[in-house]
C-alpha cells in the first residue's frame, strides 16, 4: 500500500507543478492471495482515479488472485496476461 502511495504522490507533484503529461498510456498489473477480486480494488481504483487525472490512457488491468506460494502464478493465465498488456503499451 505504501508504494502506490508514493506513486500517487509523486504524480500529484507533477500536477501541482503544472508540467503537462497528459496522454500517455498506462496499465496496472497485480496480484493478491484471496480470491475475492474485491481485495485489488485498494489498488486498482486510485491507479483508475490517477490515470484519469492526468489523462492517461488506461491501457488495460492485468488482476491475478489466489497467489499466495512460490510458484502459484504459473499455475494462472497472469504472466501471459502481463506480457500482452505489456505488448500494447
Given at each position: 500500500?505504501?508504494?502506490?502511495k508514493?506513486?500517487?504522490?509523486k ?8 508540467k ?70
Amino acid at each position: 500500500m505504501y508504494i502506490i502511495k508514493a506513486v500517487i504522490d509523486k504524480l500529484y507533484a507533477f500536477c501541482v507543478a503544472g508540467k503537462d503529461i497528459a496522454g500517455k498510456a498506462c496499465g496496472l498489473i497485480a496480484c493478491c492471495e484471496e480470491n475475492d477480486m474485491s481485495v485489488l480494488d485498494g489498488v486498482r481504483i486510485p491507479v483508475e482515479r490517477s490515470a484519469a487525472l492526468m489523462k492517461w490512457h488506461m491501457a488495460g488491468e492485468v488482476l491475478v488472485p489466489g497467489v499466495l506460494n512460490a510458484g502459484d502464478i504459473e499455475k494462472t493465465d497472469g504472466c501471459d496476461m502481463a506480457a500482452a498488456l505489456a505488448d500494447k503499451i
